[in-house]
């Protein structure tokens, strides 16, 4: 009788992870390879595809890469047609790419606003709608969204990516309520604040090596007092790309370190 480890296993199972050239994507590519999977990944630059394929080889994962701009259509169809020629059926989408922009909403273009609903929002609906309904023909599949602290919460400078966050929570929702009916599980992933080179600047240090306010900030909104790290998600990323979360869909599981569930102290209590 197969144990409940047999569960996570992703063996034989074709897994997508978009942006993965570095930061999040990186880290849930390597756990989804660890626990089996075939693993393909995408990044909008050639040098930094090509950078994280030696980064993977290096740590022992033979991960397929190429060059899709997760907002073009085509180049989406593109990849995905080779990617089924090469491997096969894609059985797992995690929806990583995203990007941020921190701007006053009022001094914000709208070619700026509409760069990050494209990659953070549009994204993942071309990349969803590109796999589904190869899922459909193999009898199932998963898809993983990037949901965010900020698909549930404001805060100044990030009303594009607030807004692409939180239709996200809500396309992951109505992929569940459409598809779930074949065996299609769609769930959102919801960091908290990871250290990856996308809040790098959050944590930068003053020129006299002061502490950068937000970076206190968050270690006192965090029980921890500790940001993320990538390795924290990997689990996670595994659980929900596997059977043993077939009957979980529609869910946004949030993994921040307690942030949503506390109010926060004096951050004057946090030491550098
Ligand atoms: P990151 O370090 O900025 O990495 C973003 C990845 O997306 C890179 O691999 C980047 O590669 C790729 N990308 C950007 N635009 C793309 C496009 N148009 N087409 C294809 N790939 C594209 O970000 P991260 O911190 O790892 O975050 C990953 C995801 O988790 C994002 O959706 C982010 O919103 C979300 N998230 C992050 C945090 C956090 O605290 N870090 C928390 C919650 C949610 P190229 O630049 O080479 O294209
Ligand atoms: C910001 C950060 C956050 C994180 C993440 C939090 O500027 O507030 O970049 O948005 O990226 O989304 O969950």
Redesign the pocket.
């Known amino acids: 009788m197969a144990g409940i480890l047999d569960s996570f296993s992703l063996n034989g199972k074709v897994a997508w992870v ?9 880290a849930y590519a390597m756990a989804l390879a660890e626990a089996g999977a075939t693993v393909v990944f ?4 050639a040098e ?2 090509q950078k994280a394929i030696s980064e993977y080889k290096a740590a022992g994962f033979d991960i397929y890469g190429a060059v ?4 073009k259509e085509d180049e989406v169809a593109s990849f995905v047609a080779d990617v089924e020629k090469r491997f096969g059926t894609i059985n797992i989408l995690i929806n ?5 922009k921190r701007i006053p909403m009022t001094e914000m273009t709208l070619a700026e606003w509409e760069d990050v609903i494209n ?2 929002l549009t ?1 993942p609906f071309i990349c969803s709608k590109a796999v589904i309904p190869a899922m459909i023909k193999a009898g199932g599949g998963k898809i993983i969204n ?5 698909s549930e919460f404001g805060r100044e400078t990030v009303s594009a ?1 607030a807004s692409a ?1 939180g239709g996200l929570k809500m396309l992951t929702r109505n992929i569940c309520s459409e598809y779930g009916r074949y065996n299609i599980q769609c769930n959102g992933i ?10 790098a600047p959050l944590r930068q240090r003053g020129a006299d090596g002061s502490m950068n306010p937000f970076d206190r900030f968050i270690r006192s909104k965090t029980p921890a007092r500790r940001w ?1 790290h ?1 390795d924290d998600l990997k689990g996670l990323a595994v659980f929900l790309a596997s059977n043993s979360s077939d009957f979980v869909n529609g869910q946004i599981i949030y993994i921040d370190g307690g942030i949503s569930a506390y109010i926060g102290q004096d951050p004057s209590n946090i030491e550098d």
Do not use: E, F, H, W
Request: glycine content about 18%.
């Open positions: 978009t942006g993965a050239s570095y930061g999040l994507g990186m995408n990044s909008s630059n930094r595809v899709c701009d997760v907002t990583n790419a995203g990007i941020i990659v953070d994204g990037a949901c965010s602290m900020m990516y966050k919801g960091p908290g604040y990871i250290d990856t080179p996308q809040t993320g990538t």
